[in-house]
């Protein structure tokens, strides 16, 4: 919906070439990241790449691991989480976790996530000194691709991704003007050979910042 500052702009302006890969609308983009996540994302320069990168995501051969900062102590400290979700019956920006019908389906689309606490941390809750807060720090891996799939999942736990006013709390309990969610390590097959390979984005400043201004437990 945007038609300037998106990463598609810049691309483009590094690789010209790609503008009709995919579509116009998202040249050469094969998956997405919600606005306000940071990390890796996969952009194709032809189409043949395009077709095989989007081949191995919707066949769930690709590894996605996520790193997000969680609201209070999440027990227990390794799960996984397989919960449908779907759009929220009433509030239609938001996804949800969807229940069984009377007939015992749902609404929902199969949702997968699993996670592993790496670390806890207490400090304060941003603007009010004296009230403190406890938080996870978790590798999410995700083994389906559903809209807000690691927030929505979390946030179904009770303990919504910090930062993330769209599912957790209102104004932010740490100084962060957006979600800490980050896209840590993509593992798929290079289009041209085949070859498995690796890819690792470390946390951005702003996420270590928040990190530091805490203390582990």
């Known amino acids: 919906g945007h038609s300037g500052g998106t990463l598609v702009n810049a691309v ?20 997405r990241l919600d606005k306000d996540t940071s990390g890796l994302i996969v952009v194709a320069k032809h189409d043949a790449a395009h077709r095989n990168l989007q081949a191995q995501f919707k066949a769930r051969t690709v590894f996605k691991e996520y790193l997000a ?24 920006k938001r996804m949800a976790v969807l229940p069984p019908d009377a007939a015992g389906g749902s ?10 606490v790496l ?26 691709g559903r ?8 946030a179904w736990m009770q303990h919504p991704v910090v930062g993330d006013t769209l599912y957790g709390f209102a104004t932010p309990r740490l100084p962060l003007d957006r979600q800490f969610l980050h896209a840590h390590r993509l593992r798929l097959r290079l289009p041209s050979t085949g070859e498995e390979r690796e890819f690792v984005a470390p946390l951005p400043p702003e996420l270590e910042e928040v990190l530091k201004g805490l203390q582990a437990v």
């Open 69 to 92: 900062l969680l609201e209070g102590k999440l027990q227990p400290p390794q799960g996984r989480i397989s919960a449908p979700i779907g759009r929220h019956p009433t509030e239609r």
């Open 12 to 31: 483009l302006h590094h690789c010209p070439d790609i503008v009709g890969v995919g579509g116009e609308r998202r040249p050469g983009i094969v998956h």
């Open 147 to 154: 809209t807000h799939q690691i927030r929505v999942h979390f």
């Open 107 to 116: 609404a929902g689309r199969e949702a997968v996530t699993a996670y592993r």
């Open 119 to 144: 670390g806890l941390y207490s400090g304060p809750v941003y603007g009010r000194s004296h009230s403190q807060a406890n938080f996870s720090l978790v590798s999410a891996v995700l083994h389906t």
